[in-house]
Each structure stands twice: as structure tokens, then as C-alpha cells.
């Protein structure tokens, strides 16, 4: 299989600087962006957003000690993005299997949903520590048989 690589590549969509006010903090496991991004465009009306990912999302923000050097980073973009893009949500985002879970906390099966619940609030406990004036939404989602389905998570 031959890839090509363009060497330069024009695109239409103009940039638009104006500030988007909106952070999303999710898993960087690819496979979830198409059904995370529907459900930010269709269920939550966001078009626009700025994306910290990360493997395990909001978990490096619920202390675990295997992800302190991920807190440190994250803890450091989010401050960066609240002050300089004038943040005024986060919506924070887990999805099913994932491998941060299994690989770096060493849970299975339920264990993993269990453990994400909890990790999203309590992340966003210490997100709100940061910048108390934010607006957090939190969810978890759910494979279905044809496509996901996000729960709302009470932070």
C-alpha cells in the first residue's frame, strides 16, 4: 500500500480566532472521536472547542499515583487554556474499554465504569479548585448495538 503525502495542502474553512470558551477533556484513543464529536454537536450544541486528550481523559485528575506525571501536565494546560483562551465550561468525557483503565490502573470489566464515575468527579473537584467559577458537565459513555449513548455523570 502506497500513502501519499502532500507536500502542501489548501484548506477553505477560515480561521476564527474568536475565543471558544470551551474545553473538552477526553481519552486521545481515536476510535471515540466520531461518536464524541456528534454527540458535542448534536446533544450539547458545541461546534467549536478546545480538546486537552489524553489517554484515560479525566482519570490523570483523580490522583492516582500510576498518573502524577499526566496530572501535572494536564493541571498545567487546563490553567493555560482557562487563563488564555478565557475558559468559561469543561466538559469532561469518558468512554467504555478503556485501556488507561486496564493497562495503567489494572481494572476489568465493571471495575473500569466504576472507577471512570468516580474519576470524573473527583476530577472535576479539582478542576473547580483551579477556577471556581467554571461550568463542569461530565459524562460517561455507553456502547450500544449501533452506535454510543453519554450518561450524564452529577458533579
Same mark, same amino acid.
Given at each position: ?12 474553512? $477560515? ?30 450544541? *458545541? %461546534? ?18 500510576? $498518573? ?24 469532561? *468525557? ?9 493497562? /495503567?490502573? /489494572? ?21 473547580? %479548585? ?5 461550568? *463542569? ?8 448495538? $449501533?452506535?454510543?449513548?453519554?450518561? $450524564?455523570?452529577?458533579?
Amino acid at each position: 500500500m502506497v500513502i501519499t503525502k502532500p507536500t502542501t495542502f489548501e484548506v477553505h474553512t $477560515a480561521f476564527d480566532a474568536t475565543s471558544i470558551g470551551t474545553a473538552v477533556v477526553c481519552c486521545s484513543d481515536g476510535r471515540f472521536v466520531g461518536p464524541m464529536d456528534e454527540f458535542l454537536h448534536q446533544a450539547l450544541g *458545541i %461546534s467549536r472547542y478546545d480538546c486537552l486528550a489524553v489517554p484515560g481523559g479525566a482519570a490523570c485528575l483523580a490522583g492516582h499515583f500510576a $498518573a502524577w506525571r499526566e496530572e501535572e501536565a494536564v493541571t498545567f494546560q487546563l490553567k493555560f487554556l482557562i487563563e488564555m483562551h478565557a475558559l468559561h465550561r469543561i466538559v469532561l *468525557i469518558a468512554h467504555p474499554d478503556c485501556g488507561f483503565y486496564s493497562k /495503567r490502573l /489494572r481494572l476489568f470489566g465493571t471495575e473500569i465504569e466504576e472507577q471512570e464515575r468516580r474519576d470524573i468527579v473527583t476530577a472535576a473537584h479539582r478542576i473547580r %479548585s483551579l477556577a471556581p467559577y467554571l461550568e *463542569i458537565d461530565a459524562f460517561v459513555a455507553r456502547k450500544l448495538a $449501533a452506535g454510543m449513548k453519554f450518561e $450524564a455523570v452529577k458533579v
